[in-house]
């Protein structure tokens, strides 16, 4: 988890009606969900998102960033097509995204630390979801020709 100096968490709390712990709570939250959607880009093997997230020094390159990966996955979504043969699209939640926003306002150092670790998160499930993909094709594969080779 980021870690939010506890002014900021007052910040937020304050303008969303909830306590300290709930914010941590949403942020966290907030996190994973746009991880997802940059995660569904890395599996395409569009890596300019991540790339440019995880590079961001300010805060205008976060949103347009986060403009563009939402336009394109709400896009492709609503055409019915996906963003590299299996891979559908996914939409990250407007509230997560305001929520990211809201933190870059409230204290850009630790906002920016919250992007970049969707960033990354989203870089490491994609990679390891590559894996046990290809392993399990694996173990398929194994299984179909010790299968074959009976009968």
Do not use: W
């Amino acid at each position: 988890m980021v870690v939010v100096p506890p002014q900021v968490l007052g910040v937020l709390a304050s303008k969303y009606g909830v306590d300290e712990k709930k914010v941590a709570e949403m942020l966290s939250s907030a996190i994973d969900d746009v991880s997802r959607m940059l995660r569904r880009f890395v599996r395409a093997g569009q890596y300019s998102f991540v790339d440019r997230l995880a590079n961001a020094a300010g805060r205008e390159v976060v949103s347009a960033t986060l403009y563009e990966a939402l336009r394109i996955s709400e896009s492709t979504q609503r055409a019915g097509r996906t963003l590299d043969e299996n891979v559908r699209p996914y939409v990250a939640r407007r509230d997560s995204v305001e929520l990211l926003l809201d933190l870059l306002d409230a204290d850009l150092v630790t906002g920016l630390e919250a992007v970049k670790r969707a960033a990354l998160l989203a870089l490491a499930r994609a990679m390891r979801v590559r894996e046990e993909e290809e392993e399990e094709k694996e173990e398929a594969s194994e299984e179909g020709q010790a299968g074959g080779g009976e009968g």
